[in-house]
């Protein structure tokens, strides 16, 4: 899923920038000169960190943070593994050096999931 996102991103950085396929000029060229620092996945990941710390600071009580603790009772079907939303969320997290328990640190948070630049 995430190849098939960042295709249609650098189709629509490509067709902006009216550099045609044929021309073979690389991706990173193409953001280079469009200015775009970051990609479709930064952007998704650091607004799953952004709802996930969210959800984390409310109260036991509620109930997104209830979904969120959810475990099914029943077992998954054979095959490979479903990715969940929390492994990707705990990926991002490891990218950018945040540990469980960081979001109580609002300041901190926002600073480690880009939302702020400095404190």
């Keep these: ?7 249609l991103e650098i189709d629509f950085w490509r067709r902006s920038a009216r550099i045609s396929r044929m021309e073979r000029v690389p ?3 193409i953001r280079e000169s469009m200015h775009v620092q970051q990609t479709i996945i930064d952007k998704i990941e650091r607004r799953q ?5 969210y959800v984390e600071r409310m109260s036991e009580d509620r109930i997104p943070e209830k979904v969120l603790k959810w475990i099914p009772s029943e077992r998954r079907k054979k095959g490979r593994p479903k990715a969940i939303w929390i492994g990707g969320v ?7 050096n945040l540990h469980p328990g960081d979001w109580e640190n609002r300041k901190g948070w926002q600073l480690g999931t880009g939302r702020r630049r400095t404190l």
């Design 90 to 96: 705990h990926k991002a997290m490891s990218e950018r």
């Design 27 to 29: 991706n990173k060229k």
């Design 49 to 53: 960190l952004v709802c996930y710390g």
């Design 1 to 7: 899923m995430e190849q098939r996102l960042l295709a």
